[in-house]
């Protein structure tokens, strides 16, 4: 099974595979898109809810990774739903992908290259440059506003 993203619709993907998606999904969507939504809802697509205990662990998975601020509640949404259903997720989101990876759920990507290593995301401090494995409002010594870096 796989679990769409609203990429799969915009970029008219196709696929023989039984698919699911989530009710958030289609209100991101408009024009053709949504229509597409529409169309394979009619045709047997899986709407699935995932439990909130599923979106809690995908939240905390964000946060391990340090996606956590770069996802939305569908982003986390669609996770969970491909993690309860052992399903590919279809999305070419970054960080959708990387907590994915980090999460052991496949992703395929649809008009970009997927990722190709899993990032761990530190958080360095604009005015002391203190670095950080969690993400804050503020820099809890300096008050300065902290940036994501690459570990690597």
Request: aromatic content about 6%.
């Amino acid at each position: 099974m796989q679990v769409l993203d609203s990429s799969a619709f915009i970029h008219e993907y196709h696929t023989d595979t039984a698919t699911a998606s989530i009710p958030l999904v289609r209100e991101e969507l408009e024009g053709e898109s949504a229509y597409r939504f529409d169309a394979m809802e009619g045709a047997g697509m899986h709407i699935h809810i995932p439990s909130e205990g599923t979106v809690e662990k995908i939240r905390r998975a964000a946060t391990e990774t340090g996606d956590a601020d770069e996802l939305s509640d569908v982003d986390v949404r669609l996770i969970a739903a491909a993690f309860e259903l052992d399903a590919t997720l279809v999305t070419d989101d970054y960080a959708m992908q990387n907590v994915a990876d980090h999460l052991r759920v496949d992703v395929e990507v649809i008009a970009r290259d997927g990722i190709t290593e899993r990032r761990e995301w530190h958080f360095q401090c604009q005015g002391c440059g203190r670095e950080f494995d969690e993400s804050h409002d503020r820099c809890p010594i300096c008050g300065s506003d902290l940036s994501r870096k690459n570990p690597a």
